[in-house]
């Protein structure tokens, strides 16, 4: 048992908000702060212990933040070093193509009358319209390049998002700033474990002819990547992303390659562990699976990810300008 004077060695300091600080200095005094602001200051000091250190980063990223106005931001942590893989779901993936090819979503309110908006062809996103007409043109669109331009064999998700930011590139005449056209540039890879369950599995449904998914290739390939790699967690939401980002240390042990388990490990989450879904599970008991290394850094912000991602990778850019650049697996 550790002496008393251990638990009392470090004390808090009443944070003092200055004009003109920014969300670095922020941050730095939020350390000495308690509750979520802590573990909000702590994560954008992982994420920096882990760049430093060279640490491969694998961000999970659910839900449907290409629509809530995470796109660019993601698009710019993959075309700057910060994040070297992403798993993500297909949601993220359609509304970041429908807004590169030059669509928008619309500003709206979570208590509209939904009715009405069946009525006009508009869907909703918790607070965010869409135009349902020119979702269904996505779908289409995707499914006519899919089916016409792609070989006929089976392709991991990996490949499948990399032809189809390709193609997005093309479209709008290249320099896209969307997350999958800015993936394919830089040739950072995308995995989507769920693709069906989206408007992309929509649109190819449709097609007469089929595009078939290999995505047990999926899971060999992240387990590979993890191998001999220092890496870093960074879960944006739960969903199946954060699980196939988990499951690559067990993967790779299954093919007899030693792991220890993801060193440095953050996620903004708002789901509790004790519903026993894996969206809100711990860190703590990952570590029975194998998933995390018991000697990493661990931290959980209780957060929307709208709110914590902006603030965290605001600060770690301004930390670290310059990640150091890693060829991608």
């Not at 994420?47 to 993601?74: D, I, K, P, Q, Y």
Request: hydrophobic share 40%.
């Amino acid at each position: 048992m550790p002496a008393r004077e251990e638990y009392l060695r470090h004390r808090t300091e009443p944070i003092i908000v200055e004009p003109g600080m920014n969300t670095d200095e922020l941050l730095r005094r939020m350390e000495k702060i308690s509750f979520q602001g802590r573990q909000l200051a702590l994560a954008a000091r992982t994420w920096e212990t882990a760049l430093r250190s060279g640490g491969f980063v694998m961000m999970g990223l659910a839900g449907a933040m290409s629509a809530a106005g995470m796109r660019n931001l993601v698009s710019a942590l993959i075309e700057r070093g910060y994040i070297h893989c992403l798993v993500t779901t297909g949601a993220n993936l359609f509304h970041d193509v429908y807004e590169s090819l030059g669509h928008y979503h619309f500003l709206g309110s979570p208590s509209a009358n939904d009715e009405e908006l069946f009525a006009h062809a508009i869907d909703r996103i918790y607070d965010t319209y869409a135009d349902e007409r020119e979702f269904q043109n996505l779908d289409q669109w995707i499914g006519r390049w899919a089916t016409t331009k792609l070989e006929e064999r089976p392709y991991t998700t990996r490949e499948f998002i990399f032809e189809l930011g390709r193609e997005v590139d093309r479209a709008v005449g290249g320099r896209s700033p969307g997350i999958v056209s800015t993936a394919a540039r830089v040739k950072l890879p995308i995995y989507c474990p769920a693709i069906g369950d989206s408007s992309i599995g929509l649109g190819l449904a449709m097609q007469k002819k089929n595009v078939f998914f290999d995505v047990i290739a999926d899971v060999r390939e992240t387990g590979e990547m993890v191998v001999g790699k220092d890496t870093m967690v960074l879960y944006c939401g739960g969903g199946t992303p954060k699980n196939f980002i988990q499951q690559t240390e067990v993967s790779a042990r299954l093919a007899h390659q030693e792991t220890e388990g993801h060193r440095w490990a953050v996620q903004f989450i708002t789901d509790s562990p004790q519903w026993g879904g894996l969206s809100g599970c711990t860190f703590s008991e990952a570590v029975s699976w194998g998933k995390i290394d018991p000697a990493g850094d661990q931290v959980t912000v209780h957060c929307d990810t709208t709110i914590a991602l902006p603030i965290v990778a605001s600060a770690v850019m301004t930390r670290v300008p310059e990640p150091p650049r890693r060829a991608h697996p």
